[in-house]
């Protein structure tokens, strides 16, 4: 057609040929020009989508592997941290006491 | 690839339509199976456009059977990758629009009726993304992983094997409460930091493309990736290149890497897909 000047003859091939699939997902899911089909399907959107295939899953054992576990150790992201804090206050708290109980005996002894 | 007649749709198929063209090269489409096995992708003529469409079982595209599709991981890569092959090789040989994932008609007649409609927004998209391609960025912060935070001070009851430690413990130190508190500041206040730098980082870069790119998108944050290297992901963004600037992308890319170190991937070019929502 030649209503539309486009203004270019020669197109690249797109999409880079090693493409993720999280990449791929993100484009093919939520993005496009959406017009009403007949047919509804409701295509989940690529964070629960994430959260369903387990997408990164491996890479986040691996990542766990190599130290990178900032979202475990981040209270706002991990209920495991924010146990994990609780417990080591916990346990400190417990050890503190312990030593002013013995301390508390011992000047009682004196006495 | 053959031009639409007029062929009767049975009532249990559908027309796929993957994504709308200026006039497609029908070669580009000979070797790709598209999202059916039995059935070849076809060009769709309306008004002064092309769709590119093909006939499916109705009942391999119904809510539930994708439902449970997107819970297999395979089965969803393959479409995905089959819709997003078609959609590049459409692009391949002439502007083009993709639709997204999954959008079907009744009948061909139905598909045209609905596809005439949108002309308007066609045309729109076609226009504002002549002449560019999409352009994904990737940024990943170059500091290594917060270290774990310190905790209590070794406690002898805990490391030292002889049962009779225990019993022998010494109060703690004088100012041991206050250093608890201190570190737990401290960890607090490192880990504020990195969050200011990552997003400080995230800025940086992406203003620099938006500088030379004609639109910019923020995606979600994927979540980390390993490769071994302890980089967390600060900003997955997408642009809309002029492809007479792409050349550019590759020394910008190099200086910005340069000037923050932190690890910068690009990837494209895509057909512009996160470009064409908003007509």
């Keep these: ?111 | 690839m053959t031009e639409l007649g007029t062929e009767p749709d049975p009532d249990e198929s559908a027309l796929y339509v993957f994504a709308v063209c200026d006039a497609p090269d029908p070669r580009v489409f000979d070797c790709l199976p598209g999202v059916a096995e039995d059935q070849p992708l076809r060009r769709l003529r309306f008004g002064d456009l092309t769709a590119v469409v093909q006939t499916v079982r109705a009942a391999d595209f119904t809510d539930e059977v994708w439902q449970v599709r997107m819970s297999a991981r395979d089965e969803l890569e393959r479409y995905a990758r089959a819709h997003h092959d078609v959609v590049s090789a459409a692009a391949a040989s002439c502007p083009t629009v993709p639709l997204p994932m999954a959008t079907l008609y009744r009948s061909e007649e139905r598909a045209r009726q609905a596809l005439i409609e949108e002309t308007g927004r066609f045309r729109t998209a076609l226009e504002r993304t002549a002449g560019h391609s999409e352009w994904g960025v990737k940024v990943y912060s170059a500091e290594l992983p917060e270290p774990t935070p310190t905790t209590a001070p070794p406690v002898p009851s805990r490391v030292s094997p002889a049962p009779e430690a225990s019993a022998v413990r010494s109060r703690p130190a004088p100012g041991a409460g206050l250093a608890y508190l201190e570190r737990k500041r401290g960890v607090q206040a490192q880990r504020e930091r990195r969050y200011e730098d990552s997003l400080r980082l995230a800025e940086t870069v992406d203003a620099a493309f938006q500088s030379l790119a004609a639109a910019g998108r923020r995606l979600r944050l994927h979540a980390p990736q390993a490769e071994g290297k302890g980089h967390v992901q600060v900003l997955n963004a997408t642009y809309l290149v002029a492809e007479r600037r792409a050349i550019e992308l590759e020394a910008l890319t190099r200086r910005l890497r340069g000037a923050t170190g932190a690890r910068i991937d690009i990837s494209g070019p895509w057909v512009p897909y996160s470009f064409v929502g908003e007509v």
């Design chain 1, 1 to 111: 057609m030649t209503e539309l000047d486009l203004g270019r003859e020669a197109y690249p091939i797109p999409g880079p040929p090693n493409s993720n699939l999280a990449d791929i997902l993100e484009r093919v899911l939520d993005k496009g020009i959406v017009i009403a089909g007949d047919i509804k399907i409701d295509l989940l959107d690529i964070e629960l989508l994430t959260i369903r295939l387990r997408l990164f899953v491996a890479s986040v054992d691996t990542a766990k592997k190599a130290g990178i576990d900032w979202w475990e150790t981040d209270p706002a992201l991990s209920s495991r941290a924010a146990r994990n804090a609780l417990q080591d206050e916990n346990r400190e708290l417990r050890e503190r006491l312990d030593a002013l109980e013995s301390k508390s005996d011992e000047t009682s002894d004196e006495r």
